[in-house]
């Protein structure tokens, strides 16, 4: 179990969903929360809600400038946590331009500016945490999620090859992918949804993660253990199931 009283750690991302329920559970545990997001009225109303220490901190993970100049406000930080994300259902034959083209810079692209001004300072000190929420349908392609699934298997690359670089050095990478959430944006799908889990369930086992050593971890388990074995199927197999 880490020791979290006074640690600050920067959630962008952490206005609703997710965000907001590990802000609670990290809060609880005395970390000092830095909370960004696009809503400020979001940010502020869970900032109330927290019994510990937090900072609201508005920013739109699209625009470099905002970002930079959220950094510089935040000051020295001990860890970040990413944890925004849109979406939209949507195959290849209603392929949306506008829609794809941004759930690829915000879930993607978006990490890989807010990574730019965090993990130089980290190198640096030679200390830091980096946690990064992918997803299950990252795992391999799947139908009905051109843009989401795309993005998500970058934003695990990504994680991944962080975690080569720094797995010796005194930067811890984690990288967590949850199945379904109840959220906001899971409420656009119009199809079964197994093992979905409460924003609060999937906070309880992320953080539980962040506490331990472990590079990655899936979840539900026997939910994810579906996806890593598509990863080994050959083509003709897994299409046929999968898509």
Request: glycine residues 10%.
């Amino acid at each position: 179990m880490k020791n979290w009283r006074g640690k600050r750690y920067w959630l962008v991302g952490a206005s609703e969903g997710l965000g907001a329920a590990l802000a609670d559970e990290m809060s609880r545990a005395g970390a000092h929360l830095i909370l960004s997001a696009r809503t400020p009225e979001r940010l502020q109303a869970l900032a109330d809600s927290l019994p510990g220490p937090c900072e609201v901190l508005p920013l739109d993970v699209a625009d470099a400038d905002s970002i930079s100049a959220a950094a510089e406000r935040a000051g020295e930080i001990d860890g970040v946590v990413w944890l925004a994300g849109v979406y939209w259902p949507m195959k290849a034959q209603d392929w949306h331009a506008e829609r794809a083209d941004t759930m690829a810079d915000i879930n993607f692209t978006g990490l890989v500016r807010v990574l730019g001004v965090c993990v130089p300072q980290m190198v640096d000190r030679d200390a830091g945490h980096v946690v990064i929420t992918g997803s299950l349908s990252g795992f391999r392609g799947l139908p009905g999620a051109i843009g989401y699934a795309a993005s998500k298997a970058g934003t695990m690359a990504l994680a991944e090859c962080m975690h080569a670089d720094l797995r010796r050095t005194g930067v811890q990478v984690q990288l967590v992918n949850p199945g379904f959430i109840r959220t906001r944006l899971t409420d656009k799908n119009d199809f079964e949804m197994p093992f979905i889990l409460e924003p609060e369930a999937a906070a309880r086992l992320m953080f539980a993660h962040m506490n331990g050593n472990r590079f990655k971890r899936s979840f539900p388990t026997g939910f994810s253990l579906l996806f890593r074995f598509g990863q080994f199927l050959p083509d003709w197999i897994y299409y046929r199931l999968f898509a």
